[in-house]
């Protein structure tokens, strides 16, 4: 089983900064399979990037994802305020699927 | 527009069993395998299965072997888990989810979540 490991747990920042998450699966995973996720308190996740860094329909450009093997990185160019939530990804693989711990941006 | 709306929120005493629908809106059941996911309170996302309306085909996560299942009903359009022998480390809210498009990974299109509590 392929764990995902995601830092920090919780990333403490200013509007307008830029935020950096971090997530390492436990063994070398596919770009394909790489998943981001925002979801916000009291709703459900939703889509960011797949693929690793192919933004879903309608995400902002102030969303970017990159990364292969054992590191994949997701970065918030200028936190909006609706931007502070939690962040979850996820190995989609063929068979099996997996979600990291997820991190907490909150606002400092 | 592609819609999942679950059925309402459960309270079960444990060992008892909780069934959730989901229901598709917007385009037929058949079309896109039914993943659900779990979230118990102030966790993260676990991933439990998914299940293939068209021919009833479904994949359990190890962790869920035994007491969860899927079924669908493609005349009702609607997709269903079952959780049976429940504890209290159930209770969680249960979202029905599927992707954008066939072959496409990633969650899209996600359930309004249904609150499941067990409970004494």
């Known amino acids: 089983e392929i764990v995902l490991t995601q830092s920090p747990g919780t990333l403490s920042l200013s509007p307008g900064e830029r935020a950096i998450l971090s997530c390492r699966p436990s063994q070398s995973v596919s770009s394909s399979d790489l998943v981001w996720y925002r979801q916000k308190p009291g709703q459900a996740p939703r889509l960011l990037i797949y693929?690793?860094?192919i933004r879903a329909p309608g995400i902002p450009d102030r969303f970017s994802g990159s990364g292969s093997g054992t590191d994949f990185t997701l970065t918030i160019s200028r936190l909006e305020p609706e931007d502070f939530a939690f962040y979850y990804c996820q190995y989609y693989g063929i068979s099996l699927l997996t979600f990291g711990g997820g991190t907490k941006v909150e606002i400092k | 527009q592609v819609q999942l709306v679950q059925s309402g929120a459960e309270v079960r005493k444990p060992g008892a069993s909780v069934r959730v629908s989901c229901k598709a809106f917007?385009?037929?059941?058949?079309?896109?395998?039914m993943h659900w996911v779990r979230q118990a309170p102030g966790q993260g996302l676990e991933w439990m299965g998914w299940?293939?309306?068209?021919?009833?085909?479904?994949l359990y996560a190890q962790k869920f072997q035994g007491r969860f299942t899927m079924t669908s009903d493609t005349s009702f359009n609607t997709a269903y888990m079952e959780l049976s022998s429940l504890r209290s480390d159930d209770t969680a809210i249960y979202y029905c989810?599927?992707?954008?498009?066939?072959?496409?990974?990633?969650?899209?299109?996600w359930g309004q979540g249904t609150l499941v509590t067990v409970s004494s």
């Open positions: 299940i293939n309306p068209k021919n009833g085909g479904a």
């Open positions: 693929e690793t860094s």
């Open positions: 917007g385009y037929s059941l058949s079309d896109s395998y």
């Open positions: 989810t599927r992707v954008l498009r066939p072959g496409h990974p990633g969650f899209a299109y």
